[in-house]
């Protein structure tokens, strides 16, 4: 029996490493996603002015200020005391964001466990301005971490805006936010399209015919043909993971056990779809269609990768809802950049549970239809 | 020859919504003997072979295939059979051996068995030279030797052939029959679909299909002197047009 499925997951890497199209999109589409994110980050923030406001003057408000202008993204303009000295900062083009500690900052974190950081950045240019905003609160988290303590900073940072629209932009996107969005989008591609494209290629050529008249279970059949896609999302993902961490210096502050628990999930619901897309067409070029206009671009658009879900018309938003790839965006933007836990993001998970098992059940369903 | 029943349907059917692509079709197949299942495109032979394969539910009626009953025993059927598809049915993209290996291996055959049965097999079909090579790069005559031969690798009781030889050269379709005897000679059932009527003569029996019904069925021989025919085309041709005939 295991002979048998290690036998399927062989040939299965025969067909991968042997067709060219099929390497290009596993490995050619992440590798120019990257160059695309290199770009990305040309415009990267380096020794942007701040200005601090530190009313509380504690061990801990300090030790922050330390460790943010530490970074080369920051640099000090001033220390201020009053609230009127930021807008005046803002105004005379001398300081891009400023930080803010409230009064008693430090013992409020230490009797309660949490306390209020200010970011307001400007949003002028809103991209590079929440850009801004993210990168400070990030080292902020970063130090709550280092110091094991829970905080809530500010919801996400509170933006000066010219204009009121720019005002909150809740998505702050930016490099850091690019990556986990990169490992949705990527795993969706890996597991959904060339899943169902390698299921109904054996359809097609007749060799399903073959596998299903042998003895091997159909479920079997199934399982060593999305095993190496498995894999291969997973060696994707890590790699992302890696050149995310290493070179654009995009934290995993949650743990690893976590990360790599929710990514197998994903990747069982979206392997699912692929299966789910292989019932419904007859064709390698059907299966493309599908998977790309109908699964791959709303992904994209709707999973809030590259729109706000929340500035979307309310039609889409319900949408979004029923699209796998915007709870598993959750989910590991909370793990990467949030450190999240799994009580965190329960809500989530159990959705995707939910969403694997239904997939599952309609497409073993079809499947014994087609079989009648 | 013996005459052991290894293959027996009574009012087998098979319904897609309304169309009966396989109308109460009742015959039997004995153990050891070429039957060959003829019949026009659509006419529903690939359909019935499914259904005796284990590949389709049959709609209605009986059928045993090697002593399994098709509707409860599917899985027992498939330890007993080897198929062939009416599409291509190895990989294109693997090698010879790497075919022998993938398909012994889901038969269950072990490292030894699959070493000396694969390499058998390679030299009787003076195929040495490309062993390592590609399938795409081999002529389709050759695939469709290998594909039997690898459809035979485990020693099946039933081997089934949905239109081994369609598109296939007469020498290849001739050298073909060769080795279907050849297995035929080892103990090997062979049920075999094709739509050129010259390789009825080849069959011991064969039941002709016409819309989904069988039309005709017995020995290439009752055929012929029950339809007052001088081969199997002429049968063919009158079963065709509905000429009557004395139904089994
Ligand atoms: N899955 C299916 N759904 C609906 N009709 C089918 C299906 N498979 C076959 N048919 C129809 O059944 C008839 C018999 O098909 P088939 O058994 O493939 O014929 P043959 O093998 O003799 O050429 C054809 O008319 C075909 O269109
Ligand atoms: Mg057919």
């Known amino acids: 029996m295991f002979d048998r499925l290690k036998g399927i997951i062989k040939k299965e890497f025969y067909h991968i490493f042997r067709d060219q199209r099929t390497l290009l999109i596993l490995f050619g589409i992440p590798i120019v996603q990257i160059v695309l994110f290199g770009f990305a980050i040309s415009n990267e923030i380096k020794n942007v002015k701040i200005a601090v406001l530190d009313l509380s003057k504690d061990e801990h408000s300090t030790q922050i200020t330390d460790k943010v202008l530490s970074t080369s993204y920051f640099d000090l303009d001033s220390y201020l005391t009053t609230f009127d000295e930021i807008d005046d900062g803002f105004q005379k083009g001398r300081i891009k964001a400023a930080l803010v500690f409230p009064p008693k900052f430090g013992e409020t974190l230490r009797k309660e466990n949490k306390a209020d950081v200010q970011i307001i950045s400007d949003a002028t240019d809103p991209n590079t301005g929440t850009q801004i905003g993210s990168y400070l609160q990030l080292q902020v988290q970063q130090y709550l971490m280092e110091q094991e303590l829970k905080i809530t900073s500010m919801p996400p940072p509170a933006l000066i805006n010219t204009e009121v629209e720019m005002r909150y932009n809740p998505e702050l996107k930016s490099v850091y936010m690019f990556v986990p969005g990169l490992i949705t989008i990527i795993l969706m591609l890996v597991c959904t399209m060339m899943t169902s494209i390698a299921i109904t290629r054996e359809k097609e050529t007749g060799t399903m015919e073959v596998l299903l008249a042998s003895p091997m279970h159909a479920s079997i059949i199934l399982l060593g043909k999305v095993i190496p896609y498995l894999l291969l999302s997973f060696v994707n993902a890590s790699f992302i993971i890696a050149l995310g961490k290493f070179i654009f210096e995009v934290p995993v502050m949650g743990s690893y056990a976590l990360l790599i628990g929710e990514i197998i999930l994903y990747c069982l619901v979206v392997l699912a779809l692929g299966i789910f897309v292989s019932t419904v067409a007859e064709t390698q070029q059907l299966a493309l269609m599908i998977s790309l206009f109908a699964l791959f671009l709303p992904t994209m658009l709707l999973s809030g990768f590259i729109f706000p879900i929340e500035n979307m018309p309310l039609p889409l938003q319900i949408v979004s809802k029923i699209v796998p790839a915007t709870y598993f965006n959750i989910i590991i933007k909370s793990i990467m950049l949030k450190g999240a836990t799994l009580s965190f993001i329960l809500k989530e998970t159990l959705i995707l549970v939910g969403i694997f098992f239904l997939l599952m059940g309609v497409s073993i369903k079809r499947f014994k239809i087609r079989l009648e | ?248």
């Open chain 2, 1 to 248: 020859m013996d005459s052991e029943k290894i293959i027996e349907t009574t009012k087998l059917t098979k319904a897609f919504g309304d169309f009966k692509a396989v109308n109460e079709i009742s015959f039997d197949v004995k153990k050891g003997e070429i039957f060959g299942f003829l019949g026009a495109n659509g006419a529903g032979k690939s359909t019935a072979m499914k259904m005796l394969t284990g590949l389709l539910s049959p709609t209605s009626g009986e059928a045993t295939v090697a002593g399994f009953d098709v509707f409860t025993q599917q899985e027992k059927i498939k330890k007993n059979i080897g198929y062939m598809s009416q599409k291509f049915s190895l990989y294109d993209d693997l090698s010879l051996l790497e075919n022998i290996k993938f398909f012994g291996g889901i038969y269950g055959l072990s490292k030894e068995q699959l070493n000396e049965r694969g390499n058998t097999m390679i030299e009787r079909l003076g195929l040495s030279d490309v062993r390592n090579k590609l399938l795409k790069e081999v002529p389709l005559g050759w695939k469709q030797k290998i594909a039997f031969s690898v459809a035979t690798l485990h020693q099946p009781k039933i081997v089934f052939l949905d239109e081994p030889t369609g598109g296939v050269d007469p020498i290849t379709r001739r050298q073909f029959w060769e080795m279907i005897y050849e297995a035929a000679d080892n103990g090997t059932t062979v049920f075999v679909t094709t739509h050129y009527m010259d390789e009825a003569e080849y069959c011991n029996r064969i039941s002709m299909m016409v819309d989904g019904r069988i039309a005709g069925y017995g020995s290439p021989k009752e055929l012929k002197s029950d339809f007052n025919s001088e081969n199997m085309d002429e049968v063919f041709v009158k079963i065709a047009r509905g000429e009557n005939y004395k139904l089994q």
